[in-house]
């Protein structure tokens, strides 16, 4: 199995702009998590799904971002405009079920740079 | 003040030696702890997780343990070698996928 697949690895762009992160969990998963991860604030979950469904997305900073998962073996997080505060390491991970307890496996992470 | 406390923020030791990180929580109802092992420019990878029965949990030469009455985990590394050098993130649950992260030790092992 490949594992959780993420694009773009790198980010950089200008703020204002809009930027969209990528994430493929491992197939057979039914639940997906975003993170985002920062020297200041430390690993912080954003959003998860549960059979592509948003579950909890009380973390997530602001309007500025979104996420959807339009199938099992896709999700997107999309922050527009971007602002240089969003700069940071942002992780998806997935697991087979998401009951609590369970395995979390995550991706490589997308690092982002917003100038 | 943040619901789950790591210490110490950074260690080293010597390639060998054994140490071992304290989590502390107060995070309540709780549901789950798990630790975390993270190298430097990668995601991190679940080491251990532990219900509020459990009291302690073996991966290898590393070693979990709960004391969910004074809400305390500690994360023993045994016979520590250059590749356990990363950071170390406690990350507690009050119920399913409501977590509380800490903010990791930074473990450095040294030849």
């Known amino acids: 199995d490949a594992g959780v697949i993420q694009s773009p690895r790198h980010e950089v762009t200008e703020m204002g702009q809009e930027v969209t992160l990528r994430c493929k969990p491992i197939?057979?998963?039914?639940?997906l998590f975003w993170y985002r991860q920062t020297m200041m604030r430390g690993l912080e979950l954003l959003i998860y799904?549960?059979?592509?469904?948003?579950?909890?997305d009380s973390g997530m900073p602001e309007d500025r971002f979104s996420a959807k998962m339009p199938n099992a073996s896709f999700s997107t997080l999309k922050i527009q405009p971007s602002e240089p505060r969003d700069s940071a390491v942002y992780f998806c991970?997935?697991?087979?079920?998401?009951?609590?307890?369970?395995?979390?496996?995550f991706g490589p992470g997308t690092r982002l740079l917003v100038l | 003040k943040n619901q789950v406390e790591q210490s110490p923020q950074s260690l080293i030791i010597l390639e060998g030696k054994n140490c071992t990180l304290q989590?502390?929580?107060?995070?309540?109802?709780?549901?789950?702890l798990r630790w975390y092992k993270q190298d430097t420019g990668r995601g991190p990878v679940s080491l251990t997780i532990?219900?509020?029965?459990?009291n302690t949990k073996s991966n290898g030469r590393y070693t979990a343990t709960l004391d969910a009455d004074t809400k305390q985990s500690s994360l023993h590394i045994t016979a520590s070698q250059l590749s356990d050098s990363a950071s170390y993130i406690c990350?507690?649950?009050?119920?399913?996928?409501?977590?509380?992260f800490g903010a990791g030790t930074r473990l450095t092992v040294k030849p």
């Open positions: 197939s057979g998963h039914n639940s």
């Open positions: 990350v507690v649950s009050a119920r399913d996928n409501d977590m509380r």
């Open positions: 989590c502390n929580y107060t995070v309540s109802p709780f549901s789950n």
């Open positions: 799904f549960n059979n592509n469904v948003p579950i909890d």
């Open positions: 532990m219900t509020f029965s459990e």
């Open positions: 991970a997935s697991s087979p079920s998401g009951v609590g307890g369970e395995t979390q496996y």
